[in-house]
């Protein structure tokens, strides 16, 4: 419930021009650790394995931790929640010039490209009504991830994943000092 006030309270700021972000260089590695070892248990819950690849060290990011946490704790709850049962979910990190670039591979249905076109609009959830049914949600988690990445200056995409599942990525800058 504190998740989903948080969500209001996000897109209400982002609408009015409020969403504020305090961006400072940011072991971004550290951060990934800790938010996937904190939502461990939700991935036990289904028996779902979660891997993490990255390099044992990426440069820092220049970003706002709390708002970082909030697109990583929403990445990998949509993995979670739309991943069947006993799956595997797969976080990457890596440097690509003057980005980190992080991935989420979920093993969930493919989304559909008319679904891509609007995955990030607020309140947008599946068009299946089978899915909105079973999945509850407001469909702010996405779009408020989306402001949050371009606040950033990043920018946040979604493709297949070869065989099944879905990547959701984002792009962060490095700091001044790591380049």
Do not use: C
């Amino acid at each position: 419930m504190n998740r989903r006030v948080a969500e209001l309270l996000d897109l209400a700021r982002m609408q009015i021009g409020q969403l504020d972000i305090k961006p400072e260089p940011l072991e971004i590695d550290k951060v990934i650790a800790e938010v996937t070892e904190q939502l461990e248990i939700i991935f036990a819950s289904k028996k779902q394995i979660l891997i993490l690849e990255a390099p044992s060290s990426l440069p820092k990011v220049n970003a706002d931790r709390g708002k970082i946490e909030q697109v990583l704790y929403n990445l990998l709850s949509n993995a979670n929640k739309f991943s069947p049962t006993g799956s595997e979910i797969t976080l990457k990190a890596r440097n690509v010039g003057k980005k980190v670039i992080i991935e989420v591979e979920d093993s969930a249905s493919p989304i559909t490209a008319r679904e891509k076109s609007r995955i990030f609009d607020p309140y947008y959830r599946s068009e299946d009504s089978m899915k909105r049914e079973r999945f509850p949600g407001l469909g702010l988690g996405l779009s408020v991830s989306k402001r949050i990445v371009e606040l950033h200056q990043g920018e946040i995409w979604v493709k297949n994943k070869a065989g099944r599942g879905n990547v959701f990525a984002f792009s962060l800058a490095t700091s001044r000092s790591d380049n």
